[in-house]
DNA sequence: CCCTAACCTGACCGATCGGTCAGCGCCTGC
DNA sequence: GCAGGCGCTGACCGATCGGTCAGGTTAGGG
């Protein structure tokens, strides 16, 4: 019997970090960052605080380590906006990138919007919602009317808000995908006179 | 020279209840619930915590009084909202309502949307986001399809979230103004269809 | 076989949390 | 002038917060 592979084997879920990221996730989205304690996370995870903080050096290097993944992909899309935007004809496919990006990133958008405002002195807060801004001025170069402005925020907080509101629970996959078609048809009609 | 009549002098601010919930709405709409201490509030209000709970009996009594008034004239609302949608006539005099009671109470719409979910075991809160969806219920009688569900969604949603991203700082009364006409015609543009 | 390093933990720390309580000064009606 | 209640406070409570630390356990390489 020829030697066994060096155990590239069942890869569940052993990696503590990444577990520990998720579920930080969550709670922080479902009871805020001051309403989660390192207690009730690493309770709802299956390791004491210490080994929390063996994993994360602080409470706010978890939540900067959760929500990294999120903002760099956003990160990602504002770099491709710029040609995006020059070229007419990829103007929708904009909008279905962006609403697949919130949809992905569910939870971490969930925290950015709702307690952007609240945490703006935690760094990846404050970096994620210097990118939206810097979406929001690239995309209206010449930012007219107040009018225009109040449409596009509409738009695009609009839909994330509604996003955002969705349940956990109340997401079928099916319904999921007519919510995103939805979302893009609604948004789409509302940018296109800008 | 006659008596001076029974001091009905400078009522300025001798009122600390409500005074205390005057801080307390401004404190919990910019730090969150969980994330305001008593000892903060009574700190910005110039008295001491044991004084905020001579007032209050507890941190969610003082939470619940201070969203109170909001949620009293969103109850308002809902009950004038039969005769509005019945006559088809005071549809749009029902987004200019709307939109007025949110500029009007914009801190308490602030907590509720941001902090809705949070703390949804909170009595009031409850109250308020079951008033929310009644008002969405009678408003969209024959709830059709998904799009028009989200587009409506959008159209609430959006511009309340629009409304609580505006710092208090960056109100000018001639902005606010612009702004409530840009929401009421972005708003009503949205809705006309359904 | 042992040494090391990675992983994880309980005990403990000072600070702060929401809340209680006894008592202070002051105004008012008798 | 005195009794009583209202507004307010500091001292204090147990619980919990984020964070530190010394030590226990385990797997792997020499």
Redesign the interface.
Known sequence: MPSTPPTPVQRVQIDAGAELRLVALEMFA??????TSLQQIADAAGYSKSSVLYHFRSKEALFEAALTPAVAELDLFLESIVEKLTNDEHRSGFVEEFIDLLLEHRLAAHII???G??LSDIPIIDQATGLIGRIGESFMSGLP???Q???L???L??????MV?LRPSAVELD?LD??R???I???TE?ITPL
Do not use: C, P
Request: glycine letters at 10%.
């Open positions: 479902e009871n805020g960052y001051s309403g919007i709702n307690q405002q609240t009317t107040t009018q402005r109040i449409r925020g509409i738009a907080a609009g839909a994330a808000y509604v509101a319904d007519e919510v078609e939805a979302l048809d609604v948004v509302l």
